[in-house]
């Protein structure tokens, strides 16, 4: 069997070598953020500007690092003057970055209750009100919905990948009705979100394995989750907004 030419051997090591000095990177900027934040909560007791931070701050820093160039459509659709339930395609880590970047107000994500245990993330998402649910222990959905429906009645805007897993095909799985329970129960209005090029500039799999690209988050109009006959059904919204985002993604195919 032949082997690898060298100048592909050469190529593999340097992208190797820089993938570990971005991860490198990745790590000490996001702990010195994570410090700011967490310190500014301290002080100020309230979490918004904490939240913007990571938008304004840590988010950009990694996109930048990372060699991504973030494109963003449809901001227009959304009245950004109301709080909404997002809810996105998931190819990529990185999709956290990208969607704290595109979205114009202070973001909440619904995540795994394995990340609590992410030394300073765990501790910034805990401070900041994030969601987390256990897949694990079915009786921990009850507090995972009364969690999410607070925080979106208080007026927090919420973000959830209702899939539930990351795609390691870039294939859209179906989404899941229960994550859309939280906005019914509060009675907003519903964002489906389609993220593209994710996967490509950071794999889902393997360790850090990241190349420069474009990511693209296209915003669609709201769906709403009340109609007048009361609200709709859970599982009809998800199957809707999983074909917005479907219907944004073949756009943005047929325009490449």
């Known amino acids: 069997m032949p082997s690898s030419p060298p100048r592909r051997i050469d190529r593999n090591l340097a992208w190797t070598a820089f993938n570990a000095l971005q991860f490198a990177f990745t790590l000490a900027w996001t702990a010195a953020w994570i410090g700011v934040a ?20 840590w988010a950009p820093g990694l996109l930048r690092g990372a060699g991504a ?22 190819q990529s880590t990185i999709d956290i970055c990208a969607l704290f970047r595109a979205i114009p107000v202070p973001l909440h994500f619904l995540l795994k209750q394995e990340m609590t245990r992410v030394p ?33 009645r208080a007026g927090g805007n919420l973000c959830i990948f209702p899939e539930g897993t990351r795609s390691r095909s870039g294939a859209v799985a179906a989404f899941k009705g229960g994550a859309f329970q939280a906005a019914i129960d509060a009675g907003v209005g519903v964002v ?12 889902p799999e393997g360790f850090f394995h990241v190349r420069p690209g474009v990511i693209h988050v296209r915003f669609g109009a709201p769906l709403p989750t009340r109609t007048a006959e009361g609200p709709v059904d859970r599982q009809a919204l998800a199957d809707d907004a999983r074909a917005a985002v479907l219907a944004m993604l073949d756009s943005g195919a047929a325009r490449a």
């Open 38 to 57: 967490l310190a500014l909560h301290a002080v100020l007791r309230d979490r918004h500007w904490p939240l913007r931070m990571a938008s304004r701050c």
């Open 192 to 203: 489906p979100v389609a993220i593209e090029g994710s996967g490509a500039v950071l794999y």
């Open 69 to 90: 160039r973030l494109r963003v459509s449809g901001l227009e659709r959304v009245d950004w003057s109301r709080n909404h339930v997002f809810v996105a395609n998931h």
């Open 120 to 152: 300073l993330v765990g501790r910034y998402a805990k401070a900041m009100g994030m969601v987390f649910i256990d897949r694990s222990d079915r009786r921990a959905a009850v507090a995972f919905l009364r969690q999410s429906t607070e925080l979106v």
